[in-house]
């Protein structure tokens, strides 16, 4: 299998914020159709992300290609009921409280015409780091084109003493990468510690997932695929 896509690199200055939107603000009238357009999108998304996400994400760049092809952003108040907002065509969130999760499955019951990225239950198993890489295991890409392999791991439920045997009867090797179990979205969730000895092993705190080393050098490949498309994005692994 090849990966036909183009390579952006996030790793390069982006664009100014304020260039764009100076071009937005300097861009001349819609008129006609052309302004009707504008005024009513073709598309509305409703989101309900983090801060950092927000930040991240709803550049100014991509709200003004958003409004160029009629797709409307609109934030989600949490502290509103949700069925009181909208209409949405797309819900677009990064939330994963189970409080939230309900509030969607309630929803998506009364308005099955709105799509949810994700729903629910397809993101439910991505939030444990022992079946998330199962999932890509049992993908079996061995045989595709290049090298697709998954770091060969350890899942700690309790007891932190006993870590340095399990380690040595599962065959793993110092240093090992420890990283919580649960992804609950909180920036605990993406904490990762660095284990160089035996010692450094009993010192964490389960539950946990314990992970072979793998170099990168640093630097990380973001697939994105959407239906056809798919588009690759290499960044900075800190």
Not at 13 to 26: C, H, K, R, T
Not at 101 to 113: A, C, K, R, S, T
Request: glycine fraction near 6%; charged fraction near 20%; hydrophobic fraction near 45%.
């Amino acid at each position: 299998m090849r990966l036909h896509a183009e390579v952006l690199d996030e790793m390069e200055g982006q664009e100014d914020e304020g260039a764009v939107m100076a071009s937005a603000a300097l861009s001349p009238p819609l008129i006609g159709a052309a302004a009707a357009a504008a005024t009513a999108p073709r598309l509305v998304v409703g989101y309900a992300l983090t801060k950092k996400k927000v930040k991240s994400f709803l550049q100014p760049k991509m709200l003004l290609l958003a409004r160029k092809n009629g797709i409307s952003f609109v934030s989600i108040d949490e502290s509103l009921p949700l069925s009181e907002q909208g209409p949405f065509d797309v819900i677009l969130h990064k939330i994963t409280s189970k409080e939230w999760q309900q509030v969607l499955e309630e929803y998506l019951e009364e308005h099955p015409e709105v799509t949810v990225l994700d729903p629910p239950n397809a993101i439910e198993h991505l939030n444990n780091r022992q079946s998330m890489l199962e999932e890509v295991a049992d993908l079996n890409l061995s045989n595709f084109y290049g090298e697709v392999c998954t770091p060969r791991q350890l899942v700690i439920t309790k007891d932190p003493s006993s870590i340095p045997t399990a380690v040595a009867m599962a065959g793993l090797t110092l240093p090992l990468v420890a990283k919580p179990l649960v992804v609950d979205g909180t920036s605990k969730g993406h904490e990762l510690y660095l284990a160089y000895d035996e010692a450094s092993l009993s010192m964490l705190h389960p539950p946990l997932v314990l992970q072979e080393f793998i170099n990168h050098g640093g630097i990380l490949f973001k697939v994105y695929i959407i239906g056809e498309t798919v588009q690759v994005v290499r960044r900075f692994s800190s």
